[in-house]
């Protein structure tokens, strides 16, 4: 209870002009960074957090959450009315929220993920306010063998999603973005991996660059070739009116928990973050759906699972970043830098040397929260607009769009070769019925895959005993086994049905 007064103090302090102000500029320049493809909330955090170094600790802070909550919710956009995500914590929003939009309700599916994204946001806040010990206890307690059965297990969500006639596919998808991911010098013994030479590759394939050119480029592809899903003459003469989410969102409600839990439980593991959130929220919330059937035509459902999971992700990330100084995602990575640039150090002693901190942290987010619903309230109809535009006109200003925040990321010529050879590989595997989406994913996890893989065989000498020996390993393992066995199943019934049709 004493905790709650002194967030409520905090909030109360907060309620100035300037902060206010601030938030709101700051809200709206996170939504429009998450948007544009290529430039994610962890490169807006970055970018300003030198340009608030001598401002105030509150006023950068604001401008620092402001960017983090928006960034987070803006990938939602250009995943609902262009599929093509954002952000990669966008890209599941993408498999549903696009398929609403062909059908007249790209106004309502953006409203829907914004009140998604608050209702995620605040639950993601009160966990950082209530639970921070228990998650705290419980994402100590992961080491390698579960972060690799973890990551495996999200891998495994491709087969749900991935395959757009065969749920193998979604399986082959992501084994081939863990392909991708392992090229470069591993970050065990430092040796070179599938390179050949360039030294370009030496860091890996980066994930923004490769989602872009799978997502975006495709989509410019087809735009330009008369392939394209977008038919403005027959889809969007009139929109779909205006629905009230109240109904949408009960309807919703066990999805909506499930995802929040699934968030900030994610969340708080240091270093996953939301892109993986979003994706086992989405995953949990078809696998549990009453109507299944509804998911890959454009459920309402599966645009608000992982819009709720992403966003809860934030409150869970900062758990970790500000009881532990162990980051929970690349944007609280980011905002460890800015803590420590302004003399702040999170960590067991935090509530000793700053013990109102955490409360202003919260209240923080909630005020972002409130700065995203009013922007979003203005947004929403404009952005639905977009559709009505002619793809040929539309996808040229997508592309270069999509070129420049490939580029702007690390100033790298080599990214862009990477988005055009992964936007000709995307477009070929699309049709083929290969989905992008396990493949983003595999490239997400790959790393983490491999790392703990061989750094669990290194302590073990060798022995694979500690992944069924540890209690949180073994419980993943058992989940993997089920899924792999209820797919096959469903695979199976799936095609004796076809057959007796």
């Known amino acids: 209870m004493d905790g709650f007064i002194i967030f409520f103090q905090q909030l109360i302090a907060l309620l100035n002009p300037m902060v206010i102000i601030l938030m709101f500029i700051s809200t709206t320049l996170g939504i429009l960074i998450g948007a544009l493809p290529g430039l994610t909330a962890t490169m807006g955090i970055a970018l300003l957090t030198g340009l608030t170094f001598r401002a105030t600790d509150v006023q950068s802070f604001t401008v620092l959450m402001g960017i983090y909550v928006g960034g987070i919710y803006g990938g939602s956009l250009s995943a609902i009315l262009l599929n093509v995500p954002g952000t990669a914590s966008a890209a599941a929003t993408a498999i549903e929220g696009h398929k609403l939009s062909l059908k007249g309700e790209a106004e309502n599916a953006i409203i829907a993920t914004r009140t998604a994204s608050i209702i995620g946001t605040v639950i993601g806040m009160l966990a950082l306010l209530i639970v921070t010990p228990l998650l705290t206890?419980?994402?100590?307690?992961?080491?390698?063998?579960?972060?690799?059965?973890?990551?495996?297990?999200?891998?495994?969500?491709?087969?749900?999603?991935?395959?757009?006639?065969?749920?193998?596919?979604?399986?082959?998808?992501?084994?081939?973005?863990?392909?991708?991911?392992?090229?470069?010098?591993?970050?065990?013994?430092?040796?070179?991996?599938?390179?050949?030479?360039?030294?370009?590759?030496?860091?890996?394939?980066?994930?923004?660059?490769?989602?872009?050119?799978?997502?975006?480029?495709?989509?410019?592809?087809?735009?330009?070739t008369g392939q394209s899903e977008i038919n403005n003459d027959?889809?969007?003469?009139?929109?779909?009116?205006?629905?009230?989410?109240?109904?949408?969102?009960?309807?919703?409600?066990?999805?909506?928990?499930?995802?929040?839990?699934?968030?900030?439980?994610?969340?708080?593991?240091?270093?996953?973050?939301?892109?993986?959130?979003?994706?086992?929220?989405?995953?949990?919330?078809?696998?549990?759906?009453?109507?299944?059937?509804?998911?890959?035509?454009?459920?309402?459902?599966?645009?608000?699972?992982?819009?709720?999971?992403?966003?809860?992700?934030?409150?869970?990330?900062?758990?970790?970043?500000?009881?532990?100084?162990?980051?929970?995602?690349?944007?609280?990575?980011?905002?460890?830098?800015?803590?420590?640039?302004?003399?702040?150090?999170?960590?067991?002693?935090?509530t000793t040397e700053f013990p109102n901190f955490i409360y202003m942290m919260a209240a923080l987010i909630l005020l972002g929260v409130f700065c995203m619903w009013i922007v979003g309230l203005l947004i929403a109809k404009p952005m639905s607009k977009i559709l009505k535009i002619n793809p040929v006109y539309l996808m040229p200003v997508v592309a270069a769009l999509s070129i420049i925040g490939a580029f702007a990321i690390n100033l790298n010529f080599f990214d862009l070769v990477i988005v055009f050879l992964f936007g000709i590989l995307g477009y070929f595997l699309d049709k083929m019925g290969y989905s992008p989406a396990p493949i983003v994913l595999g490239l997400i996890l790959g790393r983490l895959i491999d790392d703990n893989f061989r750094r669990t065989l290194v302590v073990h000498n060798g022995s694979f005993m500690a992944f069924i020996t540890r209690p949180i390993s073994l419980l993943f393992l058992v989940i993997i086994i089920i899924t792999i066995v209820r797919q096959i199943m469903n695979s199976k019934k799936t095609r004796n049905n076809t057959k007796v049709g």
């Open 137 to 224: 206890k419980i994402a100590l307690s992961f080491t390698s063998p579960e972060y690799f059965m973890l990551a495996l297990f999200g891998v495994l969500i491709c087969g749900s999603i991935g395959g757009k006639d065969l749920v193998i596919k979604g399986w082959i998808a992501g084994l081939l973005g863990l392909f991708f991911a392992i090229i470069g010098q591993d970050d065990i013994f430092s040796i070179p991996r599938f390179m050949y030479g360039n030294s370009n590759l030496l860091g890996g394939i980066q994930i923004i660059p490769a989602m872009i050119g799978f997502y975006a480029i495709p989509e410019v592809i087809k735009a330009f």
């Open 234 to 350: 027959d889809v969007f003469v009139s929109n779909a009116p205006r629905r009230k989410m109240f109904p949408i969102m009960k309807k919703s409600l066990r999805t909506i928990i499930q995802s929040a839990l699934i968030g900030v439980g994610i969340g708080s593991l240091p270093g996953v973050g939301e892109d993986v959130a979003a994706w086992v929220a989405y995953d949990t919330s078809k696998k549990t759906s009453k109507h299944p059937e509804e998911y890959g035509n454009g459920s309402w459902e599966g645009v608000v699972a992982p819009e709720v999971g992403n966003n809860a992700a934030i409150g869970g990330a900062l758990i970790p970043l500000l009881t532990l100084a162990v980051p929970g995602s690349p944007p609280a990575a980011v905002l460890l830098g800015a803590f420590l640039l302004h003399g702040i150090r999170p960590g067991p002693m935090l």
